[in-house]
């Protein structure tokens, strides 16, 4: 357990520790390389900091309309059956546009049931079973300039249709 405890705390240092020596050992410029890799982030920043203004304003204008409570409830409806909890309905809508507007709205739940309810169990799973769609979406091909998206907004869907489900399955073993 001290081994993994270890590997867990030195893992990041490690890393940074051998991109250095390997750009040291390879004759590279690593400081100058770093700085424009940093110019780089900065300018791709600054590209997407509308985009991500946007979605934050739409999901808090969503929740403190009401809208997502409205939403919960008819499609409750529907997801009940299913055994999924109308009260997360708002979580897997959110969690789509923004993953830190569904951590606000996990820890209402988490305030509310508890982390270790069926619901916060739930929540929990979901949460890393799916994806930002809309956000991974618009901040990479808006960055890649990609103008035929495809399959991927279908894709996305799907595959985060399939992590809520799991979600499900997985926290009626656990609870």
């Known amino acids: 357990m001290k081994l993994l405890l270890f590997l867990s705390d030195s893992m990041i240092p490690l890393l940074i520790f051998s991109i250095v020596g390997y750009g040291l050992l390879c004759h590279g410029h690593v400081y100058d390389d770093f700085i424009k890799g940093a110019k780089d982030g900065f300018q791709t920043v600054i590209g997407i900091m509308p985009t991500l203004i946007g979605l934050m304003v739409g999901v ?37 546009f923004s993953s830190s507007a569904a951590t606000g709205l996990i820890l209402d739940i988490f305030k509310q049931y508890g982390p270790d309810s069926y619901y ?11 994806e930002t769609i809309f956000y991974t979406m618009s901040i990479y091909f808006m960055t890649a300039k990609v103008q035929k998206t495809r399959y ?3 894709g996305a869907l799907v595959t985060t249709l399939v992590g809520t489900i799991a979600s499900v399955i997985l926290a009626q073993f656990m609870c």
């Not at 009401?66 to 959110?94: K, M, N, Y």
């Not at 916060?120 to 799916?130: P, Q, R, Y």
């Open 120 to 130: 916060g169990t739930i929540t929990s799973i979901m949460m890393s079973c799916t």
């Open 60 to 96: 808090g204008v969503l929740r403190a309309s009401g809208f997502l409570d409205l939403v919960s409830s008819v499609l409750g409806i529907i997801t009940e059956p299913l055994h999924f909890p109308a009260e997360l309905v708002p979580v897997s809508i959110v969690k789509m």
């Open 152 to 154: 991927t907004l279908g």
